[in-house]
């Protein structure tokens, strides 16, 4: 029972972090209807940027999760201006390519700017606590906690705030909104904002339990894309219930059956959902 409920604390922690990353990129698909395959690239940009905020400017470890959201919203903003925004009214495998280019090219500039070589970074909250007689990593219990602010946060902004319905009608139906004065282009740059500044806060949580590299975003790429498709593409509560999903069974099948079925089972049960009902769980269309 004991692992159980450590395995059930880690795969929680997971899920945070897939819920976080994949909400950044089902808000730009919502919005802009195109898939950013460069999503995990930021990521791990994000990842680094927190890094070094620490470790070679001695910011606070909560305020360089801060500084990085801050830096890749900047990038986000740069990304959808300088590369998508040219591109809206071409087909949609130009949006592909180009994002499969910002990828590599943010993936060879990191390795350029910092090298190759795995770097570990530090946490203040390395220790662990004892929750009713279970040993559970403290970071752990920060990526929870925090996961869970950003997402309510999320959810008020997008509830409560002008700018945050603006985001949700544009989804909604951009045409209709854009009749009604909501400018499409400033709502565009402000989700491709949010989108990477979500992927620098989950990069920067789980940073300290993995080792940072150029290309630590990859894996991370095809698990977001299994979660919103298995949540249904643009479904923001779809994107939290599948990262949750992934991550549960990845950390049990791990534990109970082997690694190599844990990085199997999502996708299997992706195909399995899928097959039954194909828009995903909680597509607005089904």
Do not use: C
């Not at 959201?69 to 591109?87: K, N, Y």
């Not at 990477?196 to 590299?213: E, K, M, Q």
């Not at 089972?265 to 597509?283: E, M």
């Amino acid at each position: 029972m004991e692992l159980f409920l450590q395995q059930l604390v880690n795969g929680i922690a997971l899920g945070s972090v897939y819920s976080l990353a994949a909400l950044g990129l089902t808000l730009v698909f919502g919005v802009l209807r195109i898939p950013n395959l460069a999503h995990g690239a930021l990521y791990m940009v994000g990842a680094y940027v927190t890094y070094f905020a620490l470790t070679s400017y001695g910011i606070p470890y909560i305020a360089a999760i801060g500084v990085a959201a801050v830096v890749l919203a900047v990038i986000g903003v740069l990304m959808e201006r300088l590369v998508f925004h040219p591109l809206r009214n071409a087909p949609h495998t130009h949006h592909l390519i180009a994002a499969v280019g910002m990828l590599f090219f943010l993936q060879s500039g990191a390795q350029v700017l910092w090298g190759s070589q795995f770097r570990e970074m530090p946490s203040p909250f390395a220790g662990v606590v004892n929750v009713f007689g279970i040993g559970i990593g403290g970071q752990r219990i920060l990526i929870i906690a925090a996961s869970v602010v950003v997402m309510v946060g999320l959810f008020l902004f997008l509830k409560k705030t002008v700018p945050g319905q603006t985001i949700e009608a544009i989804e909604q139906d951009r045409t209709g909104a854009s009749l009604v004065g909501i400018d499409a282009n400033r709502v565009s740059m402000m989700t491709f904002g949010i989108s990477a500044a979500l992927a620098a806060v989950a990069a920067g949580l789980v940073a300290p339990i993995n080792l940072l590299s150029p290309t630590m975003g990859d894996a991370l790429n095809l698990k977001v894309f299994a979660i919103i498709i298995l949540g249904g593409l643009g479904s923001i509560p779809g994107a939290i219930v599948g990262g949750f999903a992934l991550a549960l069974a990845e950390v049990f099948s791990n534990t109970y059956i082997s690694n190599a079925f844990g990085e199997a089972i999502g996708f299997v049960f992706l195909l399995i959902v899928l097959a039954v009902r194909p828009t995903g769980l909680f597509s607005k269309g089904a």
